[in-house]
């Protein structure tokens, strides 16, 4: 099944299959993005087949994973995952890989529909995103859509000879819908 959710000029979609070499590069590129992106974690390139194999595939399927487009130009992903399945705790994601779409607003406008989709079409009551405090723009963005800074796990991050705090964010689904209407995006299914 294709998906595709609206936010202003903003598509979330499902990847095609001819653009594996296309995204692939765009991930690779410019890896600006690795430097924000939990960078403690350390990252290493994928190569182009196991990209093909990997995250491509969550593109192609859409279950978990969906591309931001902006005027016709993938430039980047949100994705979830479950911290506990079993008791229904999840966390969503964001990155837009290429950095000339920074401070542009697109990693809000983008978490919009995501977020709402995940309410939508999982059976969850709530949505966390976990970032560090070496990344000011994903804290702000957080907090400018209404999610509640839930814990704040001091100097657990050591990066480039620095300790950062671990920030948690998370929003219910009552909250959500009172900050954000259904009607704040639109969803098209194929």
Known sequence: M?????????????????????????MTRDESWTKFNGPYFG??????????????QRLLQGEDMLLIEVQGQAVGAVSYYWECEVTRWLEAGIVIYDSVYWNQGIGCKALVPWISYLFDTLEIERVGLTTWSGN???????????????ARLRKVRFYQGTY??????????????ALHP?????????
């Open 43 to 56: 990252y290493s390139r994928p190569s182009l087949s196991s990209f093909k194999t990997g995250t491509f």
């Open 2 to 26: 294709s998906i595709c959710l609206i936010n202003e000029s903003i598509l979330l979609r499902t990847a095609f299959p001819s653009e594996y070499e296309v995204l692939y590069q765009l």
């Open 164 to 177: 950062y705090d671990s920030v948690k964010y998370g929003v219910l689904r009552e909250e959500w819908v």
């Open 182 to 190: 259904p009607e704040s995006y639109l969803k098209v299914t194929a």
């Open 136 to 150: 000011v723009r994903m804290m702000a963005c957080a907090e400018r859509l209404g999610l509640k800074q839930e």
